[in-house]
């Protein structure tokens, strides 16, 4: 079955948090994080609910398919990260030596 992707809305930030979850269920540093798979899956769901309404809905960079049965999410850059941008001139050379 074919579904059109389209935009997340924020109503629908819960369900595309239990997708993502349920994506990262059997995730190796997932479960290293949080052994216990039932707090793994709660842990998961409440943190992605977290990063989808506080930070990637408000980029309006997020998607998903009519079923909400998975997202994706991006955050635009900006140019060169702001640690490399404030690195002193000298600093990797005065480090190697």
Not at 43 to 62: K, S, T, V, Y
């Amino acid at each position: 079955m074919e579904s059109e992707v389209r935009g997340l809305s924020p109503a629908e930030a819960p369900r595309a948090a239990a997708a993502l979850a349920a994506a990262f269920q059997d995730d190796p540093v997932m479960s290293w994080c949080f052994p216990r798979p039932a707090r793994r899956a709660a842990a998961l769901r409440l943190g992605f609910e977290l990063l989808l309404r506080r930070i990637w809905l408000e980029h309006d960079q997020c998607f998903t398919n009519e079923e909400v049965a998975a997202a994706a999410c991006w955050l635009a850059t900006a140019g060169p990260s702001r640690a490399r941008a404030s690195r002193p001139t000298g600093a990797a050379s005065s480090a190697a030596s």
